[in-house]
């Protein structure tokens, strides 16, 4: 009850640059993703992927590495025994598999698993997107609002 009461007082507080990022945080691809496929975010989205709270206060341009990231540190391709590989993220003993949409638990022993390597194919899903820098800008402004508090709001300039 009292997070949702917190999180109606956040949405009724939000600066017009972070509604619009929280629209694009929400807001499924062509691919089908969404940021909360992966990430949650004031109570919306999926805890699959790294916690955002990390990245919030990070200047605008070093949060847009992390958004159009081709490859990331989190993810490795697993090899098991007797099926296919796939991408995946570890969350304790819980890998889910990013080729699927949304991602998938999928409980492993270390038995099953024949190698965990670099991933060297799976791509962030916002780096297909074509965010223009101004929806970037939104898009960082509302993780900054809803993660740290910071209502000033980020200028596309400074992602240059």
């Known amino acids: 009850m009292i997070l949702a009461i917190a999180l109606l007082a956040l949405a009724a507080d939000l600066p017009d640059q972070a509604i619009r990022g929280k629209e694009l945080f929400n807001l499924k691809s062509a691919t089908g993703y969404a940021c909360t496929t992966c990430h949650a975010v004031a109570g919306e989205g999926t805890a699959v992927g790294p916690d955002l709270k990390t990245i919030a206060p990070l200047h605008p341009r070093a949060v847009v590495l992390g958004i159009l990231a081709t490859r990331t540190q989190y993810v490795k391709t697993v090899s098991q025994t007797k099926t296919k590989s796939f991408p995946m993220i570890q969350s304790g003993d819980i890998y889910y598999d990013l080729s699927k949409n949304p991602p998938a638990a999928v409980k492993l022993t270390p038995d099953e698993i024949q ?20 929806q970037l800008a939104d898009l960082i402004a509302y993780l900054r609002f809803a993660l740290a508090g910071d209502a000033k709001g980020v200028d596309a300039k400074e992602l240059n």
């Not at 965990?116 to 791509?123: E, L, P, V, Y």
Request: aromatic fraction near 4%; glycine fraction near 10%.
């Open 115 to 134: 190698k965990a390597r670099d991933n060297g194919s799976w791509k962030h899903p916002p780096e297909s997107r074509g965010l223009t820098k101004e």
